[in-house]
């Protein structure tokens, strides 16, 4: 099962002289796990504290005693670590580069400097708008050098950002914003993505006629595309009217190491998405720390990761990684297929980008292209491969290495989540030889574990739920205002440990090969949905009286979403009502989420005790009628029949 054949070694003369090599990598991930305080204590030295911890770890997963403190007397800031501590010897290095949606817009290079005073004037605006320490900001913004300014401007003086997809509806903004009692908005007139044309601030608008938003005093709107917007006064202002003239130095607010730095929100299994909260030390060590070791960084890199910032991706890996590394992070607006599947490798080219991250959907969508749009570019400046978000299968994988890296450059598969702040499991490109499909071994001070349904932990090589035994000082502290919720979600399934909701098998030479979600998360093209806000966007509609969603094995997006859907007694099923659920469901929650297919469904199959049966529903989805295991307790097994005779055949 393993593969061990189809082992692939860490390239010659691919080390550095920064390099992590094998050796180094048993020894120090052996220190991690046996003298963490010894270990972690040294890592915090690679930032710049106000006042250095001298307490370094501080955890209990006792449920009785339950705290997770990382660095805990620590105080620090991050868009200090972020900026300032590079202006002396790197302050004309390129912090960012831009490239925008349409190739012929022309690419922007900023450097730390320049990004510098941009971040102080804004924090500077945003303390005369009254935003202060502890406020939430939030950030709906497309992929522009604001968006990045704008999550340092908010650290900079201790603002908790919340940085909203620029995909998602006014529902979705709504729901976030009233959740977390945001006081500003961040937003662009329009947004850009291959050729079309967002309308960011309508949505804003739109979302804060929804109740539960009347903490928002302000919106700032960038002038992206210069497309028409209805400004409300005094609620709205011109960001560029308000940063004008502004200092651009900005005294930054001393931070505790456990102060807030942001919230994100993420799907899980039940009820609405989460407020993931991350804090200030532990987060940005993390951050910095995985992003150096991983992507091999060296002074000289110029590092592209394709995710957007509104996913924690783009949080760790656009953004504050590689700026606490003084890297060279390129920020890209438009999407790989735009204006043609050449993109990507045009602008690896055009900007000699050496480190390229990026998702397997994305391989997998321009995989189907054919290699002519990949070999007409050079690519001769690639030197590090990474992919993140879902799993890799092997022929993606073999893809990615023999025709976009030439065979000459390692791929690190990086298992993470929204909740860990970083990566957890991923090769170093320089220690491990990799196998296509598995992210390998786990990072410093990880302890992974595979564990059967009753929490027994299995040994050697072994199938189970992954689940993480102590922790790391990534890790998120809370549910923003339901730290209950938290406890609940990650720590009840199995006493002691941290549950990741996946799945994973560990092959005899102690690789680990993530399997997927084993709860009701559906992970379409690496963006996480709950089947839970699926089903409740979808009964919303006036015509639905009932829906269950589970997920599909989907060529291109890894998962697709499928939902049956049960209608009112006296509606009519028709294809013109199909779309307009497809269409209600996009409003309710964004494009991402749009179903793949729906089922009409007479009934759904249940228990006695009224328990939808998902494991029949997905066997169905899978297209495997055979598989469906006993149906002999339900209330009613005919449901099914009926079921399975109109299901989705793929074609
Ligand atoms: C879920 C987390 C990690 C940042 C982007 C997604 C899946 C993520 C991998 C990988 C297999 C992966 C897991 C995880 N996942 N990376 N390399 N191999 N699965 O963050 O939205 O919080 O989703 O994505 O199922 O639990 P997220």
């Known amino acids: 099962m393993s593969n061990t054949a189809e082992l692939y070694p860490v390239p010659p003369g691919f080390a550095g002289p920064t390099t992590i090599g094998a050796s180094e990598y048993e020894r120090e991930y052996a220190r991690s796990v046996q003298d963490p305080d010894g270990f972690w204590g040294d890592a915090a030295k690679r930032l710049d504290w106000f006042k250095p911890p001298t307490k370094i770890r501080n955890v209990s997963y006792d449920l009785a005693d339950f705290r997770i403190r990382w660095f805990e007397d620590g105080e620090l800031n991050a868009s200090v670590n972020c900026l300032d501590r590079h202006l002396a010897t790197r302050g004309d290095k390129t912090a960012l ?5 349409s190739p012929d817009t022309e690419a922007l290079r900023i450097s730390y400097r320049d990004l510098h005073a941009r971040v102080c004037r804004l924090a500077n605006a945003l303390r005369n708008l009254g935003v202060g320490k502890g406020d939430r900001v939030t950030i709906y913004l497309p ?31 709504a729901d976030r914003v009233s959740d977390c009692g945001s006081k500003l908005i961040i937003t662009a007139d329009e947004g850009l993505r291959g050729g079309k044309r967002v309308a960011l601030k309508a949505n804003v608008d739109a979302a804060l006629k929804l109740p539960g938003t009347n903490t928002v005093e302000t919106v700032l709107v960038v002038r992206h595309t210069g497309g028409a917007v209805d400004m409300q006064m005094p609620r709205d202002r011109w960001y560029d009217a308000v940063v004008d003239g502004q200092p651009d130095t900005c005294e930054p607010e001393r931070m505790n190491a456990e102060d807030p730095l942001f919230i994100l929100y993420t799907s899980g299994s039940t009820g609405k998405p989460k407020g993931v909260l991350h804090t200030t030390g532990g987060y940005l060590l993390f951050a910095s720390y995985t992003h150096e070791a991983v992507f091999d960084l060296r002074d000289e890199d110029v590092y592209w990761c394709t995710a957007d910032v509104g996913w924690v991706t783009g949080h760790s890996y656009i953004v504050y990684g590689p700026l606490a590394n003084a890297a060279t992070s390129l920020i890209f607006e438009g999407v790989p297929n735009y204006p043609d599947v050449s993109r990507f490798w045009n602008v690896i080219d055009k900007h000699q980008v050496t480190i390229f991250y990026t998702a397997p959907t994305a391989i997998r969508a321009l995989m189907r292209e054919g290699e002519a749009a990949v070999k007409k570019t050079s690519r001769s400046s690639l030197r590090l491969l990474g992919s993140v978000g879902e799993p890799i299968n092997p022929e993606a994988w073999r893809w990615y290495y023999e025709v976009v890296g030439d065979s000459r450059c390692p791929i690190v598969d990086t298992w993470w989540q929204t909740e860990t702040g970083g990566i957890l ?28 349904a009753d929490g027994t932990v299995l040994e050697g090589a072994a199938a189970g739920n992954l689940v993480i035994t102590d922790s790391w000082p990534g890790q998120m502290r809370s549910v923003y205002g339901d730290h209950q919720r938290f406890i609940d979600t990650y720590f009840k399934a199995y006493p002691g440990s941290y549950f990741t909701g996946d799945g994973c098998r560990r092959d005899e030479d102690g690789y680990y090969w993530i399997t997927g979600r084993v709860d009701d998360v559906i992970n379409v093209s690496g963006h996480r949905i709950g089947t839970a806000e699926l089903e409740s966007a979808l009964v919303l509609h006036a015509k639905v009286a009932e829906a269950a969603v589970v997920g599909f094995p989907h060529d291109i997006k890894g998962q697709g979403i499928y939902a049956y859907v049960t209608l009112k007694s006296g509606e009519e099923y028709s294809e013109a009502l199909r779309t307009e659920l497809v269409a209600h469901v996009r409003r309710e929650i964004g494009p991402t989420a749009s179903p793949d297919h729906i089922q009409w469904a007479p009934g759904l199959p249940k228990t006695r005790s009224g328990k939808i049966m998902r494991r029949i529903l997905r066997k169905i989805a899978e297209n495997a009628p055979d598989q469906l295991g006993d149906t002999s307790t339900l209330a009613d097994p005919s449901v099914v029949d009926s079921l399975v005779k109109e299901r989705y055949i793929p074609n």
């Open 97 to 101: 580069i831009w490239e925008g949606d």
């Open 143 to 173: 992929m522009i050098v604001e968006a990045a300014v704008a999550m340092l401007a908010c650290a900079r003086i201790g603002a908790v950002h919340c940085v909203v997809f620029g995909g998602f509806s006014p529902n979705s903004i």
């Open 425 to 452: 499991i991923s090769p170093l490109p320089g220690a491990i030889a990799t196998k296509p499909g598995s992210a390998t071994l786990p990072f410093f001070g990880v302890q992974p574990a595979l564990v059967d």
